[in-house]
């Protein structure tokens, strides 16, 4: 007699993995394994918008800033301004928001009217019942239906903190200008006596102190070794009091 075998079953079939649907799904995947690489991105797009600010804030003055630069100054440009994180985040909750309702409509008409119907946020942000995804006529003539949500919305945070950037630091270049920012005396290596009138601290980097002077209306900078003395006043109404002591005109470079 014939040993019996004991009848084994074909192996279940492997479920295969999902492909990535888009490279934000990448992104995230990649992020949720190795989360330093998080701070690492933000770090270089703080850098990127600092740069961006710097060269437009310093270009209202006249002083070409980039020519001024060490490469160890392009990484720390964005951390000298904490407006740059809060622009950051502005600009990421519009474009969340802008997106949001094209997100609950990929989600399905049932994710979209709960959505619209159990919260009043979701009546703000979807006034309309759900209707399916139209061609539009660039699709129609062209083939192409336009971004995904992914990339529009970093296309959007890009684009808004951008010009987001542009405006505060214009708008903080006119304030100083008219009187505003940071008020200081300055006293030059090797000299006893401070430089005559007040000027307006505009910023500093790894070799250079950028001043501006309201009085000439006349923007500069001083390389940081011949700089001896920042003294920093509180106001411009107390720097117009106090009286400035006579010295040789600072020197330009």
């Given at each position: ?198 000027a307006r601290l ?47 005109p600072t020197p330009?470079?």
């Amino acid at each position: 007699m014939e040993p019996q075998t004991a009848e084994t079953s074909p192996p279940a079939p492997q479920e295969t993995p999902p492909l990535r649907s888009n490279w934000l799904d990448w992104l995230l995947g990649a992020l949720r394994h190795e989360p330093t690489h998080a701070l690492t991105l933000f770090y270089i797009g703080t850098s990127a918008l600092g740069l961006w600010a710097s060269y437009w804030f310093f270009r209202s003055f006249g002083i070409p800033v980039m020519d001024y630069m060490d490469p160890s100054d392009y990484i720390t440009a964005g951390l000298r301004d904490p407006m740059y994180f809060l622009m950051i985040i502005a600009a990421l909750a519009l474009t969340f928001l802008l997106n949001f309702k094209e997100y609950a409509r990929r989600k399905g008409p049932v994710y979209y009217q709960q959505v619209r119907n159990t919260h009043w946020w979701g009546r703000v942000l979807m006034p309309f019942p759900y209707r399916p995804a139209r061609g539009n006529w660039v699709s129609r003539l062209l083939g192409w239906g336009g971004f995904s949500m992914p990339t529009a919305i970093t296309f959007g945070v890009v684009w808004a903190t951008m010009w987001m950037t542009f405006g505060y630091v214009q708008n903080k270049a006119e304030g100083i200008r008219a009187g505003g920012g940071h008020v200081v005396r300055i006293t030059l290596a090797h000299t006893h006596d401070p430089q005559p009138g007040t000027a307006r601290l505009l910023g500093t980097i790894g070799d250079f102190v950028f001043l501006y002077w309201p009085e000439q209306k006349r923007a500069e900078a001083i390389a940081v070794e011949e700089v001896g003395r920042i003294e920093s006043l509180a106001t411009g109404d107390n720097a117009a009091k106090t009286p400035a002591a006579p010295a040789t005109p600072t020197p330009a470079h």
